[in-house]
């Protein structure tokens, strides 16, 4: 009988010890934390890598642009444009698309032996596509022309004047030469439309180029923006100040690693002080619940920019919120033996 009470007492004991064990170690669960990270040191932007052009110093804890002359953009890809001429024009028009200069050497030309043009005409180069760009007229002979209209037009119907040229010479490159560029327009049809009576006019070609900008780049370090509980990547908020003529822009990629990048988000502007959602943006787990792989390190490049040469944006801060909300291990069940 008292053997039997013994085995009973044990029994409960061990039984009361599992109970605690299992309700204490193996269920407990983790509450969702949000928190976050934020870069607005000067040690924390030199930690980074500056792409070009970034000034870390002369405003301690802040990013500027360094150099703010403009410098040309880049060439746009024209070689897919058609053109066509109306009128009494001659020449392979289509080869002055994207021509390189050639002096005297003309891709277009009015009549070869002088004769007065007796009607309008015109050349129209189809880009294909809307562009913003600056156009770069590649060395121009205007003869004894006048009243040139140098037009550009968004649907090939409604045309806007960039300039009219009036009166010419008789030299090569007399009226424009290959230094001749246009402000930033947007635009996907050019057009030169010459009057009546007019002769000897000559054209090598023109070329189309990104809007003329000083730029600024920089991205955070691979291991700065990071949490091994990653869940997911919520908010990115920036401070900044951006004057008249210049611009900010953020992009976003992610890893697991360090080392294997995600591809780079589309560019994103939000408002200084406002706090834009990157959970559309960004990945920040991927796989099936229970086995997801998590995205644990997140990048941020920067580009500033500025149009007019001298001002430049300033970035002060940017804070990345996330959380870790990780669901806790399953319970691992256990099992007592009594022995006698």
């Known amino acids: 009988m008292k053997k039997v009470l013994l085995a009973v007492i044990v029994i409960l004991i061990i039984s009361s010890c ?30 980074g890598t500056v792409i070009n052009n970034i000034d870390t110093t002369s405003a301690p804890g802040s990013m500027k642009i360094d150099n703010k002359a403009l410098v040309q953009g880049r060439e746009i890809d024209i070689s897919g444009a058609t053109a066509t001429s109306t009128g009494p024009l001659g020449g392979d028009i289509q080869s002055a698309v994207g021509a390189t200069p050639c002096v005297c050497t003309w891709n277009w030309a009015t009549n070869e032996n002088g004769e007065l043009i007796q009607e309008p005409a015109s050349w129209t180069v189809d880009i294909g596509r809307v562009v913003d760009g600056v156009i770069h007229l590649v060395q121009f002979d205007t003869g004894l022309l006048g009243d040139i209209a140098w037009q550009i037009s968004i649907n090939g119907t409604d045309w806007t004047n960039l300039t009219t040229f009036l009166n010419g010479g008789s030299t090569c490159g007399y009226g424009f030469d290959d230094t001749t560029i246009f402000s930033e327009q947007t635009f996907r049809y050019f057009r030169i439309l010459i009057n009546v009576n007019r002769e000897g006019y000559g054209i090598s070609g023109f070329k189309v180029y990104e809007p003329s900008l000083a730029t600024a780049t920089h991205i955070s370090a691979p291991m700065q923006i990071t949490d091994p509980n990653l869940y997911q990547w919520q908010t990115f908020t920036p401070t900044y100040t951006k004057p008249a003529n210049t611009d900010v822009k953020f992009r976003f990629r992610t890893s697991t690693d360090a080392t294997n990048w995600t591809d780079w988000s589309n560019y994103q502007t939000p408002a200084s002080g406002s706090s834009l959602d990157l959970t559309s943006i960004v990945t920040s787990k991927t796989g099936p619940p229970g086995s997801e792989t998590f995205y644990k390190y997140l990048q941020v490049e920067t580009t500033l920019s500025n149009t007019d040469g001298t001002s430049t944006p300033t970035v002060d801060s940017y804070t990345i919120g996330y959380h870790t909300n990780r669901k806790p291990n399953k319970p691992i069940a256990q099992t007592a033996v009594i022995r006698q």
């Open 18 to 47: 599992f109970f605690i064990f299992s309700r204490g170690s193996n269920t407990k669960r983790i509450k969702s934390q949000t928190t976050s990270i934020m870069l607005s040191s000067q040690d924390q932007w030199q930690g």
